[in-house]
């Protein structure tokens, strides 16, 4: 049986006594500056509704919104009756454990606070977190990859399958580098495609609904080849949990992308 061998990485950069940086943490701090700076790029273009001293400002609140969200979304979405039991267990970050579609609402909840605090269109500033998700979304899977976790399925006639640390013997799909080029970087190039057209920009929620879409559809799709969890396994009709959970993404992105058509544009 043929198979990559899979690089063994080190999950820690750097460590100095008890204080590490981890790959993990890289990923997410990057993937916020990033995003940031890419911000701070786009609201300089037609309309100019933000300042890049507000992206910066906004800065903190994605950070909770990504941090809090995420890790009470795994904590309700994964594994509720294990923190029920033991909730001081919430805070062990540092044991992993965070969800993407937990950490979206935690953002969505910032950038609607944030949009009342600067009153600006929430739309607006949703918009720019879109076009900017994807940069933290294409480097978080790539550390999840570095990591060795999430893998993929059992793939053993795939010619660049991977034996897993901890996945057993069977070479298995490096699911998480397909979701770090479907999730993170066609749908950043999807994005910025559609975000070049003025008519679309000046329309605040249609952006919104093509990332929803996409990242719905990249991840039904990017689920086909990633191993569910094992405490969770297959739910209905074979689908997983983040599966089941992308569906109403697509369909709250075609609802933006509606209202959005039939809302007046903004200079």
Not at 51 to 80: A, C, I, N
């Amino acid at each position: 049986m043929f198979a990559l061998v899979f690089p063994a990485f080190d999950p820690v950069i750097f460590q100095l006594g008890p204080f590490a940086i981890r790959w993990y943490a890289l990923a997410y701090i990057a993937g916020l500056f990033g995003g940031i700076w890419y911000a701070r790029w786009m609201v300089k273009h037609i309309p100019t509704l933000m300042t890049p001293s507000q992206v910066d400002d906004f800065l903190l609140w994605v950070l909770g919104g990504v941090v809090l969200g995420g890790r009470l979304g795994y904590v309700l979405f994964y594994k509720p009756g294990e923190y029920l039991a033991h909730p001081l267990n919430i805070f062990k970050t540092w044991e992993g454990g965070m969800s993407f579609h937990g950490g979206l609402l935690g953002v969505t909840l910032a950038i609607i606070l944030f949009a009342r605090h600067i009153k600006v269109n929430k739309w607006y500033v949703a918009d720019l977190v879109a076009c900017a998700a994807p940069i933290g979304l294409a480097l978080g899977r790539i550390a999840n990859f570095v990591n060795g976790e999430l893998w993929g399925r059992p793939a053993p006639d795939v010619p660049w399958a991977m034996v897993f640390p901890g996945g057993g013997p069977e070479p298995r799909h490096p699911s998480q580098l397909y979701q770090a080029a479907l999730e993170g970087v066609l749908l950043l190039i999807v994005l910025h495609f559609f975000w070049r057209k003025e008519s679309i920009r000046t329309r605040p929620g249609v952006l919104t609904g093509v990332f929803w879409i996409g990242y719905g559809v990249a991840r039904i799709f990017g689920e086909l080849f990633r191993e569910p969890d094992a405490f969770l396994g297959f739910l209905i009709g074979g689908a997983t949990m983040g599966q089941l959970l992308s569906l109403p993404m697509v369909l709250f992105g075609i609802f933006s992308i509606w209202r959005a058509r039939c809302a007046p544009a903004v200079a």
